[in-house]
């Protein structure tokens, strides 16, 4: 099973000027993903993610994000397995 960083990111907090543009017109941005200093919080977040703003010299926090498995396929547990099911 894999896992991957989940969260919520709050855009609004983006100011428009820190908006680039890639050579294909896309907007974008550059952000920062870093692990928290202490580990997981109360809430399971592990890593928070900000930009820097250069002209401002500040960073701008954005949101946070917490590890969760996925994948696996429908594999059934171990005890699944076993054929002492009451029916």
Do not use: W
């Not at 000027?17 to 993903?33: A, H, S, W």
């Not at 919080?41 to 996925?70: A, M, P, Q």
């Amino acid at each position: 099973m894999a896992t991957k960083l989940t969260g919520l990111i709050n855009l609004t907090k983006i100011p428009k000027r820190l908006i680039g543009e890639t050579k294909k017109g896309d907007k974008c941005i550059f952000i920062d993903i870093v692990p928290n200093k202490n580990g997981e919080d109360e809430y399971g977040n592990t890593h928070s993610v900000s930009i820097y703003d250069k002209e401002n010299r500040e960073t701008i926090y954005l949101g946070n994000l917490k590890t969760k498995e996925f994948g696996g396929g429908n594999s059934a547990p171990q005890d699944a397995e076993k054929d002492d099911l009451p029916f």
